[in-house]
């Protein structure tokens, strides 16, 4: 497919530098003509086009950077859309983080009722972007970094007729954290997976084509992780030792030891207060590099692989090699135990032809309700939130492994009405709740 015109929605966000730097590293096959970012933080988004243009200006293959507050006139005629926004912003992912606290269930964005909340906020936001991408743009593809990307992926692949593939780093960061400990590269690791996202099983995993063996996993370096990945790390080397030859992807450890992450949000606090105390700093540098000749990006937020995955995936739509990439689509048959329309997480050979799945391996026998609870929960939470009622919410809620009856559903939908305050009832259908990047 041509890509001539990228729009990023969150273009304003602290990731967007790392992902035109990105880019520009790949122009030579992905020959775009313009990057469009939109913003409703329009000072960050000014920041970052200025960095962004100057950027693009010394390379050796550039292109055009246009920054627009309108989201329907940054849609319009794109190619690509990379759906990267935050609604609510970092105040609400604090309320995401902590609320759950209080009724002794991990507040994660991803995870549990915060996922859900978030869900609340992500998904009539990104069905009212697909809207205007089939009036405006109907050729586009929709690629979705926006949490929780299953619930949101699968929103959008049911209620929109937008080709959309969800995307998330979390595979990648997991093969890099086993290849750290073992002191090795992470194109050393080979592996097959299936599940949903931040919930797959990894299965025949060899490091230098050996395979993987939990007893012989060194621990992480402790300076590298915070505690919250070490835990995380910890707990799925243990469960790995539980199912020889598998290991879990690293967010299944809250499903399996909730109590230890109540403990250790509780003693360390969220982590969105951690990342609002860096931000400033983010700005600045950006600010300070855009007004030189040669700007040096030295820090930006994700790292390479926010920006390296959407990066390789649109290189490989245009070649006629095929990538294979970890990603979230509809199954369509690759997974027989799962529904062939539910979005689930695999591994996929993608060319200048299109998605090609691979026939998924077996996860651990045990691990199957678990699995299919969520794929319940995933399904119910799409419906519910893209419907609006109350009732269907609750519900949906409820079906969420990490909520213990039907009566904490509702109290936890009760609390999340007054915490959340206008964000409750914000949700637009016309596309302007674009909300802050990621």
């Known amino acids: 497919m041509k890509m001539r015109k990228l729009t990023i929605i969150g273009g304003g966000s602290a990731y967007a530098p790392g992902l035109i730097r990105a880019l520009l590293g790949a122009q030579s096959r992905l020959m775009l003509s313009e990057v469009c970012l939109h913003d409703v933080d329009l000072a960050h988004l000014e920041i970052v086009a200025a960095l962004a243009r100057k950027m693009a200006s010394i390379a050796a293959d550039g292109f055009d950077v246009s920054a627009e507050s309108r989201v329907e006139e940054a849609v319009r005629n794109a190619d ?63 690629l979705n970094y926006t949490n929780p990307t299953n619930i949101v992926t699968q929103a959008i692949a049911d ?73 995380r790390f910890d707990i799925a080397r243990d469960m790995a030792r539980q199912y020889p030859g598998f290991w879990p992807n690293s967010y299944l450890p809250y499903y399996h030891a909730p109590g230890e992450f109540v403990a250790l949000s509780t003693r360390i606090g969220p982590r969105s207060d951690a990342i609002v105390e860096t931000l400033d700093r983010y700005y600045e540098h950006f600010l300070e590099e855009s ?77 199957h309700s678990l699995i299919e609870q969520l794929e319940c929960y995933q399904r119910e939470a799409a419906d519910a939130v893209a419907a609006g009622t109350r009732r269907a919410q609750i519900a949906a809620l409820s079906a969420n492994p990490l909520v213990p009856s ?33």
């Open 406 to 438: 039907a009566a904490a559903a509702e109290a936890l939908f009760e609390a999340a009405q007054s915490h959340y305050g206008g964000w409750w009832s914000a949700h637009r259908a016309d596309g302007r709740s674009s909300g802050g990047a990621r």
């Open 80 to 142: 690509v859309v990379l759906n990267s926004a935050r609604p609510g912003g970092f105040a609400c992912r604090r309320i995401d983080e902590t609320l759950p606290l209080a009724h002794e269930i991990p507040g994660q964005e991803t995870v549990g009722p915060g996922g859900f909340f978030f869900a609340m906020r992500s998904v009539p936001h990104a069905l009212a972007l697909a809207a205007l991408i089939e009036r405006y743009a109907p050729q586009a593809l929709l």
């Open 159 to 231: 209620f929109r007729e937008v080709r959309v593939i969800g995307l998330c780093d979390q595979s990648d960061e997991d093969i890099a954290t086993l290849a750290l400990a073992h002191g090795v590269s992470p194109q050393s690791i080979t592996f097959r997976c299936v599940g949903l996202n931040h919930a797959t099983w990894y299965s025949e995993l060899t490091v230098d084509g050996r395979p993987v063996v939990p007893e012989r996993t060194p621990d992480l370096p402790v300076a590298s992780f915070d505690d919250e990945h070490a835990l």
């Open 291 to 367: 007004r030189k000749d040669r700007p040096e990006l030295v820090f930006y937020r994700g790292g390479s692989g926010f920006g390296d995955l959407a990066v390789r995936l649109m290189t490989a739509l245009q070649s006629p090699v095929p990538t294979r990439l970890v990603l979230n689509v509809p199954n369509r048959g690759a997974c027989p135990w799962l529904r062939d329309d539910s979005v689930i997480e695999l591994p996929v050979d993608v060319d200048e032809h299109g998605l090609h799945r691979l026939a998924t391996p077996e996860i651990p026998e045990p691990e």
